[in-house]
């Protein structure tokens, strides 16, 4: 081919692409809303807060109702997660404390284990209640917490898991 078949060539496809880009701007205009871009609420609900809060309040099952109902196969898929740092024997600690017996354990008390000062700082002991607590993001439970899992977001993880603890450590 010579120069002049190039030529054409680019040519051709420079036209195509010009032609391309102003069918693509002509419909824009013709069919992008412009005049609809502030919309005018037709109507106003008012909503009130404590009727609100309510409702929710009412329809959330406590949590120690969810480990009564708990499913304890799921709860030990879910110790998977755990089980990379946890052991459920009594006194074998991992990367973090044995959990054995944990449930009515005071809190920080595995014999053997070194533990955060975030951790040892805290009073009481380990009930179903506060293990939903810790589970739901350790972090903010104890902040300070070498434990660096991010937690579990469903409330029912957490509860298959604290009946799957409860099943097998006592």
């Known amino acids: 081919m010579d120069t002049m078949a190039w030529t054409k060539i680019v040519g051709a496809s420079c036209g195509s692409l010009l032609v391309f880009l102003l069918v693509q701007w002509a419909a824009e205009v013709v069919y992008h809303d412009h005049h609809n871009d502030h919309y005018e609420v037709a109507y106003l609900l ?10 929710k309040t009412d329809d959330e099952v406590p949590f120690l109702e969810l480990v009564a109902t708990a499913d304890v196969s799921k709860g030990k898929k879910v110790f998977g997660k ?47 209640d506060e293990l939903n607590e810790f589970l739901t993001k350790p972090s903010v439970y104890a902040p300070g917490t070498a434990m660096s899992f991010a937690g579990l977001g469903k409330v029912n993880d957490r509860a298959n898991l604290v009946a799957y603890l409860e099943e097998n450590t006592n």
């Open 82 to 128: 755990c089980k990379a740092c946890h052991k459920l024997s009594d006194g074998e600690n991992g990367t973090g404390p044995h959990l054995y017996k944990l449930i009515g354990r005071k809190i920080a008390s595995a014999t053997g284990f070194k533990y955060s000062g975030s951790l040892k700082n805290l009073e009481g002991v380990w009930t179903q």
């Open 46 to 55: 008012e909503i009130d807060e404590e009727v609100v809060s309510e409702i």
